[in-house]
């Protein structure tokens, strides 16, 4: 379960939620004084436009989340559960139902791999046969894919060891890197602790021993958890998986930690259940208020980010509504999927 860091290390920001209502109001952009004839969205300027933030990747998490029912406040259940999709095509649809909403991002998913039933919600996977069938598809459409793992701390009460992340790194690797589609692995810090500067050095040099080019990422809601110093060949992501706030406090956290890791590449893990409605159960808030979710949220998030060049990828975890509100809410369909290509 997740939760987003509210206190100390969020710097202030100016611009709030509401930005995301200018942006897609279509009244917004009519013609306003000092702007050139027969071009009434640009502003006449000197040179090129300065930069804004853009996501270079856009796309899901597999494995993908329903919600559950109405009027949850019961934290393990108000987190949803993780589903399997029917079929490739099914979590292809989710994928570019996210990515056609920015145009401009490469499409992309972080992918799960090996035993998550010691996870919050735990999940069984899927079989290697499985994840070859939806890999193979995900290379004909040209979906990046980082695979990731959940290592977990020794537990002597439960008689459960550490879990061996570079052993992990080569397991997973070994299995799927002849897929074009993956570019890189993962490590999720949950259920691991912090990831300290030696120990991330260690596994972004395994990664790249299987493929130079592959990147890593490290997945927490708390900078803490991420190395202080070490930034490798400048090519770590960290992702930002906050949850259980308001949409305001969420979008301020994810900016700061984007400011705060600048120049490194950062992305954002949201959408999740429990931020679907509020946390006390009502539906008088939350992402389903929203009148084009993944979009909005994306849109209010980028202006408050301040360094243009940054690389940022966003990922959304809800693919499916188990609200009696919301049941129009599905990404398994309806998107616009390129044309495969022959492996």
Not at 57 to 69: D, L, V
Not at 174 to 192: A, R
Request: glycine share 10%; with cysteine.
């Amino acid at each position: 379960m997740k939760r987003f860091l509210s206190v100390q290390f969020i710097t202030p920001v100016l611009l709030l939620w509401c930005v995301s209502a200018r942006y897609n109001d279509p009244a917004a952009n009519t013609t306003s004084p000092g702007t050139a004839p027969g071009n009434e969205n640009s502003f006449y300027h000197k040179g090129p436009l300065p930069a804004k933030p853009a996501f270079k990747w856009a796309g899901a998490w597999q494995p993908t989340r329903k919600s559950s029912g109405d009027g949850i406040t019961q934290l393990d259940i108000k987190i949803g559960s993780f589903i399997t999709l029917p079929d490739k095509e099914s979590l292809a649809h989710v994928i570019f139902n996210v990515q056609n909403r920015f145009p401009g991002a490469k499409p992309w998913a972080t992918w799960a791999v090996g035993d998550l039933s010691r996870a919050t919600p735990s999940y069984a996977g899927i079989s290697d046969e499985a994840h070859e069938q939806y890999l193979d598809y995900m290379d004909q459409l040209g979906v990046t894919v980082f695979l990731e793992i959940f290592p977990f701390k020794a537990n002597p009460k439960k008689g459960t060891g550490a879990t061996d992340v570079t052993g992990e790194i080569d397991r997973w690797l070994g299995k799927f890197k002849h897929h074009p589609c993956v570019g890189g692995m993962g490590i999720e810090l949950e259920y691991f602790g912090k990831a300290g500067d030696s120990a991330a050095r260690v596994w972004d040099e395994r990664i790249k021993s299987h493929k130079a080019a592959y990147r890593m990422f490290l997945r927490h809601y708390s900078p803490d958890h991420m190395p202080p110093a070490y930034r490798g060949k400048g090519d770590i992501i960290f992702i930002n998986d906050a949850s259980e706030g308001t949409l305001e406090e969420l979008n301020k956290g994810f900016a700061a930690w984007a400011n705060r890791f600048a120049p490194s590449a950062c992305a954002f893990q949201l959408g999740y259940p429990a931020d679907e409605d509020c946390m006390d159960g009502s539906n008088a808030t939350g992402w389903w208020k929203l009148k084009d979710p993944v979009k909005d949220w994306g849109n209010a998030l980028l202006p408050l980010i301040s360094n243009p060049n940054q690389e940022l990828g966003y990922i959304w975890v809800t693919a499916k509504s188990g609200k009696t509100y919301n049941t129009a809410w599905d990404l398994t369909k309806g998107s616009s999927l390129p044309v495969a290509k022959s492996n």
